[in-house]
T-cell receptor, first 111, second 115 residues
């Protein structure tokens, strides 16, 4: 069974700080996605990475897919209270298959 | 473009009762998923449909859970009878199904509380 381990599980920081969330596995994934989920809502897709070593930027968020396609990271620069939420990584073992989700990282940014 | 619709948003039932959830995916999306998300965890796949056929239901507790997707559009998920451990958010997601990297779009979920 393929698993995705996310760390840290909880993160509480001040506005303006930087942070990194990690998503690790012992298995290879064909693609990996990052979602953000707010209370009472479904996850919203932030980014999909498909190539080993790929780096994508979305404003203050930087996503990286490991060279071996087994791990990924999400870096947020100058966090803002609006970044508060549950960040989930999800991997597709093969193209077109259902996603396997990590347990998520709960981020709280206070002003 | 309208998103994935789910109803009801909240449901409270007694254990051993039955409950059904409804999902309307994004128009044109061939693939539909039902996930169970227990508090503090990531979503876990229950069943995946491609049009009206089941692709993966290996993690669906078939003794009490059932799902159908008639005509390849809307879907219903049923629990009968419910247990306390079924308390969770049930998420429906859809995707085009034709892209290699399978981007999924989620509905707001149904929060089920079993007393």
């Amino acid at each position: 069974t393929q698993l995705l381990e996310q760390s840290p599980q909880f993160l509480s920081i001040q506005e303006g700080e930087n942070l990194t969330v990690y998503c690790n596995s012992s298995s290879v994934f064909s693609s990996l996605q990052w979602y953000r989920q707010e209370p009472g809502e479904g996850p919203v897709l932030l980014v999909t990475v498909v190539t080993g070593g790929e780096v994508k930027k979305l404003k203050r968020l930087t996503f990286q897919f490991g060279d071996a396609r087994k791990d990924s990271s999400l870096h947020i620069t100058a966090a803002q209270p609006g970044d508060t939420g549950l960040y989930l990584c999800a991997g597709a073992p093969q193209a077109g298959t259902a996603l396997i989700f990590g347990k998520g990282t709960t981020l709280s940014v206070s002003s | 473009e309208a998103g994935v619709a789910q109803s009801p948003r909240y449901k409270i039932i007694e254990k051993r009762q039955s409950v059904a959830f409804w999902c309307n995916p994004i128009s044109g999306h061939a693939t539909l998923y039902w996930y169970q998300q227990i508090l503090g965890q990531g979503p876990k796949l229950l069943i995946q449909f491609q049009n009206n056929g089941v692709v993966d239901d290996s993690q669906l507790p078939k003794d009490r859970f059932s799902a159908e997707r008639l005509k390849g559009v809307d879907s219903t998920l049923k629990i009968q009878p419910a247990k306390l451990e079924d308390s969770a958010v049930y998420l429906c997601a859809s995707s085009l199904g034709s892209r290699i990297y399978n981007e999924q779009f989620f509905g707001p979920g149904t929060r089920l509380t079993v007393l």
